[in-house]
């Protein structure tokens, strides 16, 4: 069993940055390979990014490209979503999830994740 707790989130201007983080206890860290999704009032929840168990590999959403960062410490069991250049759009809870496996096959598909966090709010004003 995984637990996930995320932090960091807040509000910030439009334009600017803000680092999530998302420190996980039980399992083998390294063996799960991670991903940070968020959602708006009204919305669905979508992925934003997701990260290998190694950390080599990481995708993200078409909506964050060039603009999030997803890394992880294996050693400290966290992982971080860097998001720079920040707009209204990008206000949501955000949350990060554990998939079962060290790969991010299928990552776009929710169920596919077997662990979730309780979520940060991150509030972007314009």
């Known amino acids: 069993q995984v637990q996930l707790v995320e932090s960091g989130g807040g509000l910030v201007q439009a334009g600017g940055s803000l680092r999530l983080s998302c420190a996980a206890t039980g399992g083998t860290f390294s063996s799960h390979a991670m991903g940070w999704f968020r959602q708006a009032p009204g919305k669905e929840r979508e992925v934003v990014a997701c990260?290998?168990?190694?950390?080599?590999?990481?995708y993200y959403a078409n909506s964050v490209k060039g603009r999030a960062t997803m890394s992880r410490d294996n050693g400290k069991s966290t992982v971080y979503l860097q998001m720079n250049s920040l707009k209204p759009d990008d206000t949501a809870v955000y949350y990060c999830?554990?998939?079962?496996?060290?790969?991010?096959?299928?990552?776009?598909?929710?169920?596919?994740?077997?662990?979730w966090g309780q979520g940060t709010q991150v509030t972007v004003s314009s």
């Open positions: 999830a554990a998939k079962e496996i060290a790969y991010c096959n299928t990552y776009l598909v929710r169920a596919t994740y077997a662990y």
């Open positions: 990260i290998s168990g190694s950390g080599g590999t990481t």
